[in-house]
Nanobody, 122 residues
């Protein structure tokens, strides 16, 4: 099993940038594909990005392509989400999650962090 803790959220102006981090417990972090999801108030959780175990493959939602970059440092048991050119529509709680394989559906992820709030003002 894996425990995940997100950090790096905050308040930013439209057009600004943030870097989210997700720290994982345990000694087998590299065995998991990792994903980022987000959920706005009263909305369904939606896929943002995912990265394979080695970092060789990545997936992005159309809404964030060209603006967000996912990466991982297996030596530090950490996955990152670099967010640039942020828009008010990006406002949400951002969650990291661990899966056996790289996927875009939340039901494919068995382990979740508690989330970190990102608020983008116009």
């Amino acid at each position: 099993q894996v425990q995940l803790v997100e950090s790096g959220g905050g308040l930013v102006q439209a057009g600004g940038s943030l870097r989210l981090s997700c720290a994982a417990s345990g000694r087998t972090f590299s065995n998991y594909a990792m994903g980022w999801f987000r959920q706005g108030p009263g909305k369904e959780r939606e896929f943002v990005s995912a990265i394979s175990r080695s970092g060789g493959s990545t997936i992005y939602a159309d809404s964030v392509k060209g603006r967000f970059t996912i990466s991982r440092d297996n030596a530090k048991n950490t996955v990152y989400l670099e967010m640039n050119n942020l828009k008010p529509e990006d406002t949400a709680v951002y969650y990291c999650a661990a899966s056996g394989l790289i996927r875009t559906t939340p039901t494919s992820y068995g382990y979740w962090g508690q989330g970190t709030q990102v608020t983008v003002s116009s």
